[in-house]
């Protein structure tokens, strides 16, 4: 099954190449069902994962530059399983909502590089294929912001592109200097997560190597005070590029913050968790208060991403079964519920050319399917019981409560907060009468859009209402990632902690 691993990488890759061969009137139907096939592949994965295993399956591994230690090694287990099936999912539903757009055939294909890429990064264990997909992410990104923004998208990409390059550079460091310190102890190159799992590294070292790696992942979240980048590229790209770089390239931070620093830096994760959390929490609040203070429909979707980002961290740093199992699970509900957000936002724009609050008023009454899409989608943002933002929110949050309860309460702050722009949002938008005359003669949701939308509202209701068959095989990933983390900690202090918010220092 190793080989279905490789393919799912290599196919949007290949569908890209061939893109440049179809006819530009065909372009977007090829699109749809590149990444229809690609969607196939990455629940094939899921069909074949064996969900009450913890380890990596499925691995395949062949050598790119084996005096090194480099091979294209793949693998898949619990946590990347679900954001590889987020990745291929979003891609699909973008494609679906695209409207008419120039140069849509190299939007097409920037797109389908886009997802390889994405992929590539959830499913690579060795760390230099791991960096390579990492970096070149940035490339379609940066050209879909830059060829198909508003009128500062110049500006919005290269910020973007300097940000989130810049970190990953001092990420890149941190990955040779680990590479070198394996070799000093072991004889042997190797770039291998796997055999990097197993060296005990100094607790000095650790902390400079989880300096490296924390800013290379806090920068792509954004963290705060690393965030300003992100409103400036939502606010200039198109909508297909908000959608994707909310519901899964952000989600790349958060998943190097499980996958890499937890088992390989374990002392000097709790050294720095209460930093951490902190920023956090200024992130969730802070975030949130801006977003309050908007007009603009997109910036205020922006702002409330950076906000549950906040939490999805808060939930990782809990260390503990509940926390990172909902902080993983969060990741994907976030994906979906902001991915929708972002589409909705774009449905009233490509109507109005504009995002404005103050330019409607009344929407409900002449765009009824609209504002019933955009209601639900809405109360899975805010997390609302039964919802898919609700389980992703309380397991986190009720993680965390064990580490600390005082910043799990300024955390839950920022879901009261949340609560509160959101619906200033859908009132000011939807409530009350038509001010504005265009208004009046608006369209409601077109098939198109439908198609694109309803997938997104169904997963909302569905998994807030069972989430088992996802939440399952993530918890089982968890529980191995922490029983590394535990193995690999050489403070005793760090072990005490480890099992005090994980409940075991209580027995």
């Not at 954001?83 to 055939?105: N, P, R």
């Not at 499980?258 to 992130?283: C, E, G, K, N, W």
């Not at 609209?370 to 397991?395: C, D, N, R």
Request: hydrophobic share 55%.
């Amino acid at each position: 099954m190793g080989y279905l691993l490789i393919f799912t990488v290599i196919f949007p890759a290949l569908a890209g190449c061939l893109g440049f061969l179809v006819q530009k009137e065909n372009i977007k139907i090829y699109g749809i069902m590149s990444a229809f096939f690609e969607l196939l592949l990455s629940l094939a994965i899921w069909f074949f994962f064996d969900a009450d295993a913890s380890t990596f399956q499925m691995i395949s591994s062949f050598p790119v530059i084996p005096t090194l230690g480099i091979h294209y090694t793949l693998g898949v287990d619990g946590i990347s399983l679900f954001l590889v099936i987020l990745s291929t999912f979003i891609t699909l539903i973008a494609l679906i909502g695209l409207g008419e757009m120039k140069s849509i055939k190299n939007l097409v294909i920037s797109i389908l590089f886009l997802e390889m890429t994405m992929v590539g990064v959830f499913l690579s264990l060795d760390m230099i294929i791991f960096y390579l997909f990492w970096e070149l992410s940035l490339v379609p990104m940066l050209y879909i912001i830059g060829a198909w923004g508003a009128d500062k998208r110049i500006y919005a990409a290269v910020k973007f592109f300097l940000y989130t390059f810049a970190g990953s550079v001092l990420m890149l460091v941190g990955i040779l200097y680990f590479a070198f310190l394996y070799h000093k102890t072991s004889g042997v190159w190797s770039f291998s997560f796997l055999d990097w799992q197993t060296l005990d590294v100094p607790f000095g070292v650790q902390l400079w190597l989880f300096g490296a790696f924390f800013l290379g992942f806090a920068i792509k979240v954004p963290m705060f005070p690393f965030h300003t980048w992100l409103p400036y590229a939502h606010g200039q790209a198109p909508t297909v590029g908000s959608v994707i770089l909310a519901a899964v390239l952000l989600k790349m931070g958060t998943y190097g913050f499980v996958r890499f620093l937890f088992p390989l830096f374990p002392d000097a994760v709790v050294y720095f968790i209460t930093p951490v959390a902190i920023l956090s929490v200024i992130m969730v609040i802070y975030a949130a208060l801006i977003a309050f203070a908007q007009d603009d429909m997109k910036q205020v979707v922006a702002y409330s991403s950076i906000s549950h980002m906040g939490i999805i961290i808060l939930g990782a740093f809990a260390l503990n079964v509940e926390g990172v199992s909902g902080s993983v699970f969060f990741m994907i509900s976030h994906g979906i519920v902001s991915g929708a957000l972002f589409m909705l936002v774009g449905v009233i724009y490509d109507r109005r050319h504009t995002k404005l609050m103050s330019e409607f008023g009344g929407l409900a009454s002449v765009m009824p399917l609209y504002a019933t899409i955009f209601a639900f989608v809405l109360m899975g943002s805010v997390g609302l019981p039964l919802t898919i933002g609700f389980v992703g929110e309380f397991l986190s949050l009720v993680g965390f409560f064990k580490a600390s309860w005082i910043l799990t309460a300024f955390g839950g702050l920022g879901i009261i907060l949340g609560a509160v722009y959101m619906l200033r949002l859908y009132r000011k938008s939807f409530f009350g009468k038509l001010t504005h005359k265009a208004n009046e003669a608006l369209a409601d949701l077109s098939t198109r859009e439908i198609c694109a939308l309803v997938p997104l509202t169904a997963l909302v209701i569905i998994l807030g209402v069972y989430p088992k068959p996802v939440l399952s095989p993530i918890e089982k990933s968890v529980q191995s990632v922490l029983a590394i983390m535990y193995e690999n900690a050489q403070n005793s202090d760090t072990k005490i902690y480890l099992e005090k918010v994980s409940g075991k220092g209580e027995r």
